[in-house]
């Protein structure tokens, strides 16, 4: 009975290692490396899941002079950025936090300094 439960909780624990990053859960970004200066000073991925950090700042840097500024720091507000529905969550003095979906792919950007 002992060996039997073991082996199902190592099937069960190899199971969730093999699935990909996107279907674990949201992945944390590296700061340094997925910062860009854009129009809100610096502007940072923190998380992304079902993509990769990288490709989150490729739309961030592709889109961000769409977006108003007065929109980046005001709560509740909704923007977009090329496909993805953003929203602003936690404005700050500073600084402002949104996150951003399609649907399939989410990733969330800290702006400001």
Known sequence: ?????VLIVAAVGLGVAAQPASAQGAIHCP????????????????????????SAVDVLRAHDQEVEPATV?????????GGFSCKVTR??????RSGCHDGRRFFKIDYGS
């Open 91 to 96: 404005v700050f003095y500073e600084s402002a």
């Open 73 to 81: 720091f005001s709560k509740g507000r909704r923007f977009r950025l």
């Open 31 to 54: 700061v340094g490396e997925n910062t860009i200066t854009g129009p809100w000073n610096f502007e940072t991925v923190t998380r992304a899941k079902g993509m990769s950090c990288g």
């Open 1 to 5: 009975m002992r060996r039997v439960i």
